[in-house]
Antibody, heavy 123, light 107 residues
Framework: EVQLVQSGAEVKKPGESLKISCKGS????????IGWVRQMPGKGLEWMGI????????RYSPSFQGQVTISVDKSISTAYLQWSSLKASDTAIYYC????????????????WGQGTLVTVSS | DIQMTQSPSSLSASVGDRVTITCRAG??????LNWYQQKPGKAPKLLIY???GLQSGVPSRFSGSGSGTDFTLTISSLHPEDFATYYC?????????FGQGTKVGIK
């Protein structure tokens, strides 16, 4: 079974750093892009960026470029999302998801998704 | 960024109703359009890929159509477990933006 398991909920203070994780299993981790999606409280889904574990090629949404860092450790099939200095506005659920496609079919999509990591930033 | 606009933002329907949600892209995205379902407290789940492809395991009452800029998600007969929020997403170009969501509630 293809599965993404994310690290647990975090409570942090403004200015603190944080790194959350997403561990893949049940497939060849280095062959599929992993994406990160933000969902602020009561709001919709926002595409943050993606990383290809095979060579660490990373793409960011302009909205998140410079605000977060996406990385990967392929030796343990784990992708990461990190902040160097959290703000209250970073409070959200963060999802990782595997980018998947089918040869001959237009586009790609996220499937499956991790269970989400709730990050709360409050003084 | 390609803007994705869903309508309506919310709707109320009864079990057995036919429900249609539309998604409009700010530019042509061919068939690069996906639909997800999200229930409260849960991660999104893929329903439809590439505008009309039904994801494995998803009931056949869900269907998608459209190309270019206008797309629809149809639930042919609403079941109790279908009350949720639905999102479209374009995969034509990065960032692969989502619509704002459509919440399907109980009438």
């Amino acid at each position: 079974e293809v599965q993404l398991v994310q690290s647990g909920a975090e409570v942090k203070k403004p200015g603190e750093s944080l790194k959350i994780s997403c561990k893949g299993s049940g497939y060849i981790f280095t062959s599929y892009w992993i994406g990160w999606v933000r969902q602020m409280p009561g709001k919709g889904l926002e595409w943050m960026g993606i990383i290809y574990p095979g060579d660490s090629d990373t793409r960011y949404s302009p909205s998140f470029q410079g605000q977060v860092t996406i990385s990967v450790d392929k030796s343990i099939s784990t992708a990461y999302l990190q902040w160097s200095s959290l703000k209250a506005s970073d409070t959200a659920i963060y999802y990782c998801a595997r980018r998947t496609g089918i040869t001959g079919i237009a586009g790609d999509w996220f499937d499956p998704w991790g269970q989400g990591t709730l990050v709360t930033v409050s003084s | 960024d390609i803007q994705m606009t869903q309508s309506p933002s919310s709707l109320s329907a009864s079990v057995g109703d036919r429900v249609t949600i539309t998604c409009r892209a700010g530019q042509s995205i061919s068939s690069y359009l996906n639909w997800y379902q999200q229930k409260p407290g849960k991660a999104p789940k893929l329903l439809i890929y590439s505008a009309s492809g039904l994801q494995s395991g998803v009931p056949s009452r869900f269907s998608g159509s459209g190309s270019g800029t206008d797309f629809t998600l149809t639930i042919s007969s609403l079941h109790p477990e279908d009350f949720a929020t639905y999102y479209c997403q374009q995969s034509y170009s990065a960032p692969q933006t989502f619509g704002q969501g459509t919440k399907v509630g109980i009438k």
